[in-house]
């Protein structure tokens, strides 16, 4: 990534195969940026607001969300990371989950979701989208938290 | 009785009258005789249920004649016989007074007795008539209580027919509902299943096609190993990298391969109950020949031929729902035709009583009537399993002929060909416009 300071991806994500799969077809597109990992959305949102290595006190980042998560939807977290008070407004959020649903696709971009990923079950395909996702994360521009406060 | 009295006073008067020379108290005197014996036969009638009486007056007429005899002999000879006659005269007379009063005293006995009589019938009667009202009254208010009763009734089942009859809409429109709360839920069911299987079923062929990809440097590296010295590597290593492992793979692929497919079977069914019916006249005829000419290399390739019938009538349905129904089904019947046989396949339609009966007749190889329902569950499949496929077409088929409001059946026989009839309603009634 382009920015001068290292963007940290948050991927908040409940199944570890898939966490895995993606890290890994993620580093083969040639991304080396520092990949945080969380289960379940309540210790994601924690990372994302408190944490001292979180986006909103350590510099910018680029958030890999799945809708279906245990403890509350993937859109309530969209919602809360897209809010007009929130200070992760313009982080990038990219939504990589198994549903293709069209209602549920519209509603991610209503909500301000920056890219809508359905994950192949082909892992070729799948393998390919998550490489391409990373050569896509290699040349976007990821604005700073800090210019927004 | 009484009369009797008065017509033997009115003789005696007469007679006297006679006596005293008054010659026209003749026909006087006679008419009292005649009205005397009237009157003894008037009584003998009377008291013709009285033996006592019956005596009585036989005895007064007797003693009448005496007097009338006595009277008539006086009358002519009255100058001699007047001092010797009037004694005897007056001893029948007062005979005759005594015999009547005798029998006035019976007479007002008998009448006493039957006034009694009549006084204590009466009281029965008024008694009977009092428990006869009684009665009537108790028959009256039982009746008119069970009328009231049957009335009540009748109002009150009256009544719950019309609550029935108002709430029929409203239970059909629960049940309605009830039923397409019940269909969307397992629609949901579905689409959720389908897909949180989805989910573990990434990672199980990413993992495969990771095994596969790490198995390579491997069967390299043993390669290079052999090519040095064969002694390195044991024969269980070589057997395990070049044949073992990969067969394992192979297997999980094609095993994960065909639940991807299952899946997404499912996916699609519960995605095509979701969707969205928009209704429109179709004419089936063009539907068939459009659906026939997009198959036209295949039904080439298959030596068939696929007749469609030129005048078929219209149908209000969905376009698109109908449009797969028949692809499915034509494609099926190209799919499973008798090899020794050139293949005909015709698309028939018919009007019957507000429905379209569409038709597609096969010489195929037929389908065991013991196979009739299975082939419509999904993942069932009848016959040899010598073509490809999933068992998918003709569920899918039936779901949407359902979702159309209508219905689908065959008739066939093992190598008989088949004959497949969606039976669709003429106008499509929308699910909003059933609820309405």
């Not at chain 2, 005496?66 to 029948?92: K, W």
């Not at chain 2, 005798?102 to 006084?119: F, N």
């Not at chain 2, 391969?257 to 699609?268: C, F, G, P």
């Not at chain 2, 068992?391 to 008739?411: D, Q």
Request: proline fraction near 4%; charged fraction near 25%.
């Amino acid at each position: 990534m382009t920015s001068e300071r290292a963007v940290n991806i948050v991927m908040i994500e409940d199944d570890l195969g898939h966490a895995r799969l993606i890290e890994k077809n993620i580093r083969r597109a040639g991304i080396s940026n520092t990949v945080h990992h969380f289960l379940d959305g309540t210790s994601a949102l924690r990372f994302l607001y408190e944490d001292a290595k979180g986006p909103v006190h350590n510099g910018p980042s680029l958030i890999l969300l799945d809708l279906n998560l245990p403890d509350m939807s993937g859109t309530d977290i969209l919602m809360r990371i897209k809010a007009e008070d929130s200070p992760l407004k313009r982080a990038p959020v990219v939504v990589l989950t198994t549903t293709d649903d069209k209602i549920e696709i519209q509603r991610c971009y209503d909500l301000g979701c920056n890219v809508y990923i359905t994950k192949p079950v082909n892992y070729e395909s799948f393998a390919d989208a998550i490489k391409q996702l990373g050569l896509f994360l290699s040349v976007i521009q990821v604005p700073d938290p800090d210019a927004t406060a | 009785v009484s009369g009797i009295r008065l017509s033997l006073e009115e003789m005696r008067s007469g007679r006297r009258g006679m006596l005293l020379g008054l010659q026209n108290s003749w026909p006087a005197y006679s008419a009292a005789r005649r009205r005397l014996d009237e009157q003894i036969a008037a009584v003998e009638s009377l008291t013709g249920d009285n033996p006592l009486q019956q005596a009585n007056v036989r005895e007064l007429r007797g003693e009448a004649h005496v007097l009338d005899a006595t009277f008539r002999g006086t009358m002519p000879s009255l100058d001699r016989r007047f001092l010797l006659e009037e004694q005897v005269r007056a001893d029948a007379g007062k005979r005759l007074t005594a015999i009547a009063e005798r029998m006035l005293g019976e007479e007002r006995r008998l009448l006493d007795e039957r006034e009694a009589a009549q006084r204590a019938s009466l009281q029965t009667f008024y008694l009977v008539l009092s428990g006869a009202g009684l009665l009537l009254l108790f028959v009256g208010s039982a009746s008119i209580f069970v009328i009231m009763r049957y009335t009540r009734d009748l109002s009150g089942a009256r009544d719950e027919l019309e609550g029935l009859n108002t709430n029929l809409e409203g239970a059909v429109k629960v049940r309605t509902k009830d039923l397409q709360r019940a269909n969307e839920e397992i629609q949901r069911f579905a689409y959720i299943v389908s897909h949180d299987l989805r989910s573990p079923l990434v990672n199980v062929m990413g993992f495969t096609s990771e095994l596969e990809a790490a198995i390579k440097p491997l069967a390299r590296l043993i390669e290079d190993a052999d090519a040095r010295d064969s002694t390195i590597v044991s024969d269980e290593a070589r057997l395990a990298v070049h044949e073992d492992v990969p067969e394992a793979l192979g297997f999980i692929r094609a095993s994960t391969q065909k639940m991807d497919r299952l899946i997404n079977a499912i996916l699609r069914l519960s995605r095509e109950g979701r969707r969205n019916i928009t209704p429109s006249v179709v004419e089936i005829t063009q539907l068939a020949n459009t659906i026939a000419d997009g198959i036209r290399h295949l039904i080439v390739d298959r030596g068939a031929t696929v007749e469609v019938q030129a005048d078929m009538p219209t149908v209000k349905t969905d376009r698109l729902a109908l449009e797969q129904i028949l692809s499915n089904l034509i494609e099926n019947a190209l799919k499973y035709l008798k090899p020794d046989r050139p293949g005909e396949i015709h698309v028939t339609a018919r009007r019957e009583l507000g429905r379209v009966l569409i038709a597609i007749a096969d010489n195929g190889r037929g389908i065991d009537p013991r196979d009739h329902e299975r082939i419509f569950d999904l993942f069932r499949r009848s016959g040899a399993q010598d073509q490809p496929g999933e068992g998918i077409g003709l569920a899918h088929v039936r779901t949407l002929a359902y979702r159309l409001g209508g219905t689908i059946s065959v008739a066939s026989e093992l190598g008989a060909g088949a004959i497949f009839t969606i039976d669709l309603p003429q106008d499509y009634v929308g699910e909003t416009e059933r609820e309405a």
